[in-house]
């Protein structure tokens, strides 16, 4: 173990180490003795003059200090600390490294307690005497913003970005602009207050409106998008920073239960016939008859149920007339929804909560349902004047061809975001590029509207008015070693790398997961403060005294921060020899790490990330599965049992499943040694 360059310890003591079986003095000569280390002893509860006084004195200025801040839960007992070191000091933020001492106290004797502490300031010391500065730049970039679509979101985007002085260019593939209301019937007139949003749109002057235009193609990255766009008056070639998605839902009516009959209708021709008085009333059987209608569905979101409920509402206002609700699940996870249901109820709606949707036949000339009643358990028949296919909410037609183009990973039923909570609310795998409203789902009008909100800051964030804050050199290419196999072009989830002669990674789209890095055969990637080198010289601060020896590689967003609320835990004790490896994603896990960490003594090796549909970088778990799949061949093949390796998904709030995972394997380690 090498800590190649200066580190300054700073040891933040009190009672509460003693307490916990650490001599602070015994340890900080211990770690003074280390190569290239300083340590200084710091009572966090000492004024702030005096605190920073000491602190000046200790970090002599003209130099660039490498600090490791080492106390019992440092974020509360030594935040003081920390916040002079970084305002006052101003310490470069990656050359700051803060530990936590908690996993070294609770053992049983204080030998094994100092043995702990000292692994966790070496295996520290030893990464940060490594670590690079990363440095923010400004970028230059267009402040054109691409949204697409015609919903009501798309045109509040549109409108908010133009008063904001940015170009809008509003792309939609219909001939005009034709915003529905989610939830409200399609012959609705909107509220004034949409009708004005609507005119805006149509007289802003930093507005182009572009009718019948078609996505073609998708070049660059965040701040410098290449857009090709067909439109009626010939192809168009845009430079934006910044695109916004938000294409018009679609109506899409159920599938036809009986043959085609003018009493079997949907939703849009109810609506049409109850504006004419005269056309409803010739529905009945009979001038005296009660008017019978069944609607059959309406449950596939909220909005399609606030529709139904709205035609239903106007029936039941007529004189004489039965309505019935055929639905298999009622979604009402809608603002006010289920007491609107209640209500219709109250008022005289007939609600069956079926398994399935009741057949239909035509006799004589009237619907006639059979259907079964799970409440009554027998089969029943209904004869109605009118029966009413539900029309569900679909995302726009073009949407896989959109996302394809974008380089998104679509989510559930068609729509342009994934499935995934860390893309809340409007984020997508790409930055710059976001998806609000229906472009995301189906939502009521108030979400999509703040949704289109959100979507503007973004722009604005990113943007910042053609000058853009970027890390730089998170992730590096070294251009000796790359030799344009495009493997990183073609696996990078954020579509952050390009090309010249060499790779080229794009430090605004970048997001530093590090599946680049790991998938590259030539290792001509680095991901700053992760590095390769990194990696090792943690790897070689293992202590042989400490068994058994389990280095666990956990990814940042998710099992690092299970592991460090496992370690609040009062029943927590993990084994003497546990190493924890920060990752900044499960995707940049090499199976080169896993083999050197068995080369390094290691009993058992643990992959930790997040669950599928949680990774960050979307891509990473899949990734890191894989290559755990491949260690554990190659294990057996050199006659190492695979079990030894093993692979967990957990969330950053189960810190129960961490303490599990760890547990697991320390009994298979202790099965296989008791063999």
Known sequence: MSIIKEVNIILAHGPELSAGGLDYYQLGLWAASLHNCRVLALDPTLPPDELIGRLRAFLLPGKEHRVLLAALEPLRRAQRIIRLLLDEMGIN?????????????????PQACSLKAQHLIRLAAAMN????????????????????????????????????????????????????????????SPEAELLRLLDEARSQAGIRLLPQASLLGVEGAAGDFQVKLATPEGFLNETVGAIILAPELRLMPGDLPAPAHPRLMTLTGLEEILV?????????????????VAFLGGDSSPAALRRTLAAVNRLLSLEESQVLLFVRDAKVGAPGLEAALEEAAGAGLIV???????????????????????????EEAWRCDLAILEEGYAPAAGNDELAAHLGLFAGPGGFLQGDNVRNLPVITNRRGIYAAGPGRGVVELDQALAEAEVAVLEVEQLLRRGKASALQGRAVVDRGRCVLCLTCYRLCPHGAISWDNRAIINELACQACGVCASQ?????????????????????????????KIIAFLCKNSAWEAYQAALKMHSTILPLGFT????????????????????????????LGCHPDNCKSQEGIRHARWRVEQTQTLLAEAGVDPQRLIYRSLAAN?????????????????TMKAA
Not at 93 to 109: I, M
Not at 360 to 377: E, G, N, Q, S, Y
Not at 520 to 544: G, S, Y
């Open 93 to 109: 933020p990656e050359f700051l490294t803060v530990l936590d001492l908690q996993e070294a106290l609770g053992y049983l004797t």
């Open 129 to 188: 005497s490594r670590a690079e500065p990363i440095l923010s730049l400004e970028v230059p970039v267009s402040t054109r913003v691409l949204v697409w679509g015609d919903s009501f979101a798309a045109l509040k985007a549109a409108v908010e970005l133009a008063r904001l002085e940015y170009s809008v260019c509003m792309a939609f593939p219909g001939a005009g602009l034709s915003p529905l209301v989610p939830g409200a019937a399609v012959n609705q």
């Open 276 to 292: 004419t008085p005269e056309e409803v009333q010739a529905l009945r059987e009979s001038e005296t008859a009660s008017l019978r």
């Open 352 to 378: 069956f909560k079926v398994p399935a949707l009741p057949a239909v036949a035509i006799v004589a000339d009237r619907p006639h349902l059979t259907f079964f009643d799970p409440v009554m358990r027998t």
């Open 520 to 548: 590259c055969p030539n290792e001509a990637i680095q991901i700053r403060n992760f590095t390769d080198d990194q990696v090792v010289a943690a790897l070689e601060t293992v202590d042989p005294r400490l068994t058994p």
């Open 580 to 607: 924890p490896l920060r990752m900044p994603c499960a995707g940049k896990i090499d199976i080169d790490y896993l083999l050197k960490a068995f080369t390094f003594g290691a009993d058992g090796v643990l992959v």
């Open 654 to 670: 189960a810190p129960q499943d961490f303490v599990a995972a760890v547990n697991h394997l320390l009994g298979l380690l202790e």
